[in-house]
Nanobody, 123 residues
Framework: QVELVESGGGLVQAGGSLRLSCAASGRTFSSYDMGWFRQAPGKEREIVAAITWRGRDTYYADSVKGRFTISRDNANNMVYLQMNSLKAEDTAVYYC????????????????WGQGTQVTVSS
């Protein structure tokens, strides 16, 4: 069982940066592959980035490659999403997610979700 709580969202101007944090509970956090998803108004939820349980492998949506970086700190049960060069189209609710199965995570159906944090980028 994993509980996820996101923080760090807010309002930022285009070109700016934000860092999202996801605090996870549970003694087995380091066993989970982790991801960040987002959902914009009127659109389906999409995966933004994922990181394997050891942090060795990362995956990014084409739309954020080179601008966003996912990282994790297993000692402190934390996952981060550093977002740079933000664009208006990055505006969405961002969700942290966890699963023991990377394929299920990247497929958009992870077992555990956070409550989401709003990111608004003004142009």
């Amino acid at each position: 069982q994993v509980e996820l709580v996101e923080s760090g969202g807010g309002l930022v101007q285009a070109g700016g940066s934000l860092r999202l944090s996801c605090a996870a509970s549970g003694r087995t956090f380091s066993s989970y592959d982790m991801g960040w998803f987002r959902q914009a108004p009127g659109k389906e939820r999409e995966i933004v980035a994922a990181i394997t349980w050891r942090g060795r492998d990362t995956y990014y949506a084409d739309s954020v490659k080179g601008r966003f970086t996912i990282s994790r700190d297993n000692a402190n049960n934390m996952v981060y999403l550093q977002m740079n060069s933000l664009k208006a189209e990055d505006t969405a609710v961002y969700y942290c997610a966890a699963d023991l199965d990377l394929r299920r995570l990247r497929g958009g159906a992870p077992n555990y979700w956070g409550q989401g944090t709003q990111v608004t980028v003004s142009s």
